[in-house]
């Protein structure tokens, strides 16, 4: 599946379906990630939002004293309040239109990772790719949220928004390819990792 063809079913859906945005996952789950790395987590640090959505996490993020770099297929997704905030804290918050498994090259590692409620819409032979993609760019720990069930939007527009609904092994396994896990639960319909660098990638990896 091609990138842009997925880009323009974003750009239609965050511009034409303004309810599409009453839930924010990366704000709503976002308590498992700092819970599950209380004490790690510190101003100055970064962080890469991948699939970033309407950007709200980024306000806890900015308020933690984070240095945040959101990333999403479509720039429409943000809302109006964080691409206000975009201008506001320039020097600390960063957006980056691109496509998780085709990222540009130009994009910087990050001490921290936070993908929410988006692994479920990659089409399933690119999770491996947006996988390494993003295990190339995170130097320390990360989370993921994922989501087991079929997507209630996808159904409205007669076309699935999750393109890979699978079960908690097989998310399981996947990450544990690319991450070491230390830290899982569930909440609802929604799995949830806590990773760290994979123990298995070479020394020059882990440097923070």
């Known amino acids: 599946m091609k990138a842009e063809s997925e880009k323009a079913k974003y750009d239609v859906i965050w511009r034409e379906i303004p309810d599409y945005r009453d839930c924010s996952p990366g704000e709503l789950f976002a308590r ?22 309407t950007g709200r ?27 206000h905030m975009l201008t506001l804290f320039a020097h600390q918050l960063h957006f980056v239109q691109g496509c998780l498994w085709d990222l540009p090259e130009s994009l910087k590692s990050a001490y921290w990772i936070y993908c929410c ?3 479920e819409h990659i089409p ?14 995170m130097r320390y720990g990360g989370y993921f949220s994922i ?28 990450i544990s390819q690319h991450f070491t896990i230390v830290g899982e639960d569930a909440v609802a319909d929604d799995i ?9 990638q070479p020394l020059e990896r882990q440097a923070l």
């Open 192 to 200: 949830y990792f806590n990773c760290k660098v994979l123990i298995k």
């Open 32 to 53: 498992f990630f700092f819970d599950g790395f209380k004490g790690e987590i510190r101003a100055g640090q970064t962080i890469l939002d991948f699939g970033c959505g």
């Open 117 to 119: 409620d988006v692994l």
């Open 57 to 83: 996490i980024a306000k806890e993020f900015i308020t933690k004293g984070l240095n945040v770099t959101m990333v999403d297929i479509s720039p429409y997704c943000l809302d109006e309040e964080i691409r």
């Open 147 to 174: 989501c087991l069930v079929e997507d209630l939007t996808g159904k409205r527009l007669g076309h699935p928004l999750h393109l890979t609904v699978k079960e908690k092994s097989w998310w399981q396994k996947k």
């Open 124 to 137: 399933e032979d690119h999770v491996e790719t947006c996988l390494e993609q993003m295990a190339k760019r």
